[in-house]
């Protein structure tokens, strides 16, 4: 079974601030992971995929499968970066490709 | 492109009431998803879709009910709805290029509904 944690459901930073939102996933294959942001009541969008190895708003995230984490970073964090941000899975073995959800982390950025 | 649109945007039903969710994109998608959003609970996948009429359980199924007839559209129903299905509902495609390669999922706005 595959599995999202993001032990954090609310953190707040300053702005300026570095800010590193957690995600520790287990899966015995080869997962691929995802960042989604969803800015207040608006649908999700995707922010970064670790296949990418892309840098998206400032935001980096890499996969790290010894521990397997795939912690979400940024240097300094802007006002607009508030919003919620999901970790999520997939892996080509399961059936339809789905992606499973952390829990959540409510990133507030305050002035 | 829309990319993937629901409808209603918002819905209050009383319990024991019946509704259809509806989902369309137009992107060519074969993978299409429900899913329902709850505080605190991260997003919990209802039923999926591989293709037209090729539909699936996922984690949360129970109380809904889906059917693709078409690639485009993946309607969700709610038989009797009761006060545990207040949650936000989202669509979601995904289109697969080739084995084991698959693009993002893209989500729609969401549906609010509340059972009173």
Known sequence: AQRVTQPEKLLSVFKGAPVELKCNYSYSGSPELFWYVQ???QRLQLLL???????IKGFTADLNKGETSF???KPF???????????????WETSGSRLTFGEGTQLTVNP | N???TQ????????IGQSMT???TQDMNHNYMYWYRQDPGMGLKLIYYSVGAGITDKGEVPNGYNVSRSTTEDFP???ELAAPSQTSVYFCASRIKKREGFYNEQFFGPGTRLTVL
């Open chain 2, 2 to 4: 829309a990319g993937v």
């Open chain 1, 77 to 91: 964090a802007q006002e607009e970066d508030s919003a919620m941000y999901y970790c999520a899975l997939s892996a």
């Open chain 2, 76 to 78: 969700l129903r709610l």
């Open chain 1, 39 to 41: 800015y207040s009541r």
């Open chain 1, 49 to 55: 995929r670790h296949i990418s190895r892309e840098s």
């Open chain 1, 71 to 73: 912690h979400l970073k």
């Open chain 2, 7 to 14: 409808t209603p945007k918002f819905r209050i039903l009383k």
């Open chain 2, 21 to 23: 969710l509806q989902c």
